[in-house]
């Protein structure tokens, strides 16, 4: 008999991830006796599919997978996540229990790579000022280009772009940049020399990349030695007129600190995921001209759910198959994971 598969997730999460062949996909390798996802491991019903389940598919919001939820799944021996970080559902015992934990995180990169891009390359050539202008003005002060034709600092020819974490995604950055005519340094404890020969990129301390920088791209986990890893002195480093662009997470940013450093109007900021996420609507942020935020878009969205969806199943094919997964989470990875 195939093995028993649930899904546990936001219960809106299926209809949007998993398209109509991957359900297909699904079905010829397990058996699947409730199409809805558990939101809840200590519910009655959920109790009760536990009982037989070897496969959970796994999705944002999962419940906490406990040693309580692991002593009611004895047959549990794949989570396949469908989404980045795991750090929200796996307990201690998670990966004490021997069960084989996957990640969809190499998925969840692309999109997230692809918006830092556009985000730097918009911030280079200061598009969301003369958004702001075009809009106030009604067209009549957009018009005129002469504005910029003096001004150095618009454009990204030549442009110093920082990237603060090489991390799987702070590296698919770094391939982007690579094709224009831009300067890369990187900032990375971890990063050996060697690596960064490879990468084709210059490292860099900390405190002079935000000095260097034209724009500064956060890309470090969220893990305890990272946390408030720009604060008022990198801050304070930063060039007039510079970007600082945070596609990571709002933890690496103390963020009075940069509310203080914004209201001078010295330098310019682009936030995709701030600290509280989202920001509170008194929060000063939403009113500077020089701030720009995004509601946590950078991640996979809409069609590009179908992607991470795609590794899930095939991790799901490949236990059923008898074949290693392509992308493990141990418990050992935690510790330089987002």
């Given at each position: 008999?195939?093995?028993?598969?649930?899904?546990?997730?936001?219960?809106?999460?299926?209809?949007?991830?998993?398209?109509?062949?991957?359900?297909?996909?699904?079905?010829?390798?397990?058996?699947?006796?409730?199409?809805?996802?558990?939101?809840?491991?200590?519910?009655?019903?959920?109790?009760?599919?536990?009982?037989?389940?070897?496969?959970?598919?796994?999705?944002?919001?999962?419940?906490?997978?406990?040693?309580?939820?692991?002593?009611?799944?004895?047959?549990?021996?794949?989570?396949?996540?469908?989404?980045?970080?795991?750090?929200y559902f796996a307990?201690?015992?998670?990966?004490?229990?021997?069960?084989?934990?996957?990640?969809?995180?190499?998925?969840?990169?692309?999109?997230?790579?692809?918006?830092?891009?556009?985000?730097?390359?918009?911030?280079?050539?200061?598009?969301?000022?003369?958004?702001?202008?075009?809009?106030?003005?009604?067209?009549?002060?957009?018009?005129?280009?002469?504005?910029?034709?003096?001004?150095?600092?618009?454009?990204?020819?030549?442009?110093?772009?920082?990237?603060?974490?090489?991390?799987?995604?702070?590296?698919?950055?770094?391939?982007?940049?690579?094709?224009?005519?831009?300067?890369?340094?990187?900032?990375?404890?971890?990063?050996?020399?060697?690596?960064?020969?490879?990468?084709?990129?210059?490292?860099?301390?900390?405190?002079?990349?935000?000095?260097?920088?034209?724009?500064v791209s956060l890309?470090?986990?969220?893990?305890?030695?990272?946390?408030?890893?720009?604060g008022r002195t990198?801050?304070?480093?930063?060039?007039?007129?510079?970007?600082?662009?945070?596609?990571?997470?709002?933890?690496?940013?103390?963020?009075?600190?940069?509310?203080?450093?914004?209201?001078?109007?010295?330098?310019?900021?682009?936030?995709?995921?701030?600290?509280?996420?989202?920001?509170?609507?008194?929060?000063?942020?939403?009113?500077?001209?020089?701030?720009?935020?995004?509601?946590?878009?950078?991640?996979?969205?809409?069609?590009?759910?179908?992607?991470?969806?795609?590794?899930?199943?095939?991790?799901?094919?490949?236990?059923?198959?008898?074949?290693?997964?392509?992308?493990?989470?141990?418990?050992?990875?935690?510790?330089?994971?987002?």
């Amino acid at each position: 008999m195939p093995p028993q598969l649930i899904l546990a997730m936001r219960p809106e999460l299926p209809h949007g991830l998993l398209r109509p062949e991957h359900w297909q996909r699904l079905e010829r390798v397990t058996r699947i006796p409730f199409r809805e996802a558990l939101t809840d491991f200590d519910t009655p019903h959920a109790t009760t599919l536990l009982a037989d389940t070897e496969i959970i598919l796994a999705g944002w919001n999962c419940p906490p997978i406990t040693e309580s939820v692991l002593a009611r799944a004895p047959k549990l021996k794949l989570v396949a996540y469908a989404a980045a970080t795991v750090k929200y559902f796996a307990s201690p015992a998670l990966w004490a229990s021997g069960v084989v934990v996957t990640s969809s995180h190499v998925p969840m990169a692309v999109p997230v790579a692809e918006f830092t891009l556009a985000a730097i390359l918009f911030c280079g050539k200061d598009t969301f000022r003369f958004i702001a202008e075009h809009r106030a003005s009604r067209g009549l002060k957009g018009t005129d280009t002469r504005a910029s034709w003096d001004n150095p600092r618009i454009g990204n020819f030549g442009k110093r772009i920082g990237i603060v974490g090489a991390s799987r995604i702070g590296r698919m950055v770094i391939a982007h940049l690579q094709r224009f005519d831009m300067q890369i340094r990187v900032y990375d404890p971890f990063l050996s020399p060697d690596e960064a020969t490879r990468l084709g990129v210059e490292q860099s301390s900390l405190i002079d990349l935000m000095a260097w920088s034209d724009i500064v791209s956060l890309h470090a986990p969220a893990i305890p030695t990272t946390r408030h890893m720009i604060g008022r002195t990198e801050l304070a480093a930063m060039r007039d007129g510079a970007y600082l662009i945070n596609t990571a997470r709002g933890w690496l940013i103390d963020h009075e600190a940069l509310e203080v450093e914004l209201a001078s109007r010295r330098i310019n900021a682009f936030i995709d995921t701030p600290l509280p996420d989202p920001l509170p609507p008194e929060s000063r942020f939403y009113d500077m001209p020089n701030v720009t935020l995004t509601p946590h878009l950078a991640g996979a969205q809409g069609n590009e759910l179908w992607r991470m969806a795609d590794l899930a199943v095939e991790e799901i094919e490949r236990h059923v198959a008898g074949l290693p997964p392509l992308a493990p989470v141990c418990a050992e990875d935690l510790d330089h994971i987002a």
